[in-house]
C-alpha cells in the first residue's frame, strides 16, 4: 500500500468526518464507513500489476486519489513493473478522467466496467508533471 507523505500533498480542507456510530436497523451498531483513502496494487504478473483506489464519498475531490494513484504508479516503477492495469465503472467519470490524466488508455470493456492499461515503458508521466505545476 502506497504511503501519502501529508507534508508533500497540496494542504486543501477537509470535510469535518463523522465519527459517530450509525445504527442500521435489524442490524444493530456498525460503525459503516470504511477507512479512506485505501490504495492496492496486485501482481497479475511477473511485470504487470492492477491497482485499486478507494476514497470514502466524503473525502472524495480532494485530491486524494490523484495523490494516490501517482503513488502507485511510482511504486510500480520502483518494482520494475512494465504495466498497470484496472478496471473502472463506466459510470465513474472522474476515475477515468484522473486515469487518462495518468497516462492510462481504455483497452476494452467488460460489461459495466472500462478495462484500463498504462505500459511503465512510455515516458509519458502526465499525472507527475501536472502535480509539480
Do not use: W, Y
Not at 3 to 10: G, I, R
Not at 59 to 82: P, Q
Not at 105 to 110: T, Y
Request: net charge positive.
Amino acid at each position: 500500500m502506497a504511503q501519502v507523505d501529508p507534508a508533500a500533498e497540496p494542504q486543501r480542507p477537509l470535510p469535518p468526518v463523522d465519527t459517530r456510530i450509525e445504527r442500521l436497523p435489524k442490524l444493530g451498531a456498525f460503525e459503516v464507513r470504511p477507512p479512506s483513502p485505501v490504495a492496492h496494487l496486485v501482481r497479475t504478473a511477473p511485470t504487470t500489476a492492477e491497482f485499486a483506489l478507494i476514497v470514502r464519498s466524503d473525502l472524495k475531490r480532494h485530491g486524494l486519489g490523484r495523490v494516490l494513484l501517482a503513488h502507485l504508479v511510482a511504486h510500480a516503477c520502483n518494482l520494475g513493473l512494465r504495466a498497470l492495469t484496472a478496471q473502472v465503472l463506466g459510470e465513474n467519470l472522474p476515475m477515468l478522467r484522473l486515469a487518462r490524466e495518468a497516462g492510462f488508455r481504455s483497452v476494452g470493456r467488460s460489461g459495466f466496467l472500462i478495462d484500463m492499461a498504462k505500459d511503465m515503458r512510455s515516458s509519458d508521466d502526465t499525472l507527475a508533471a501536472a502535480d509539480s505545476a
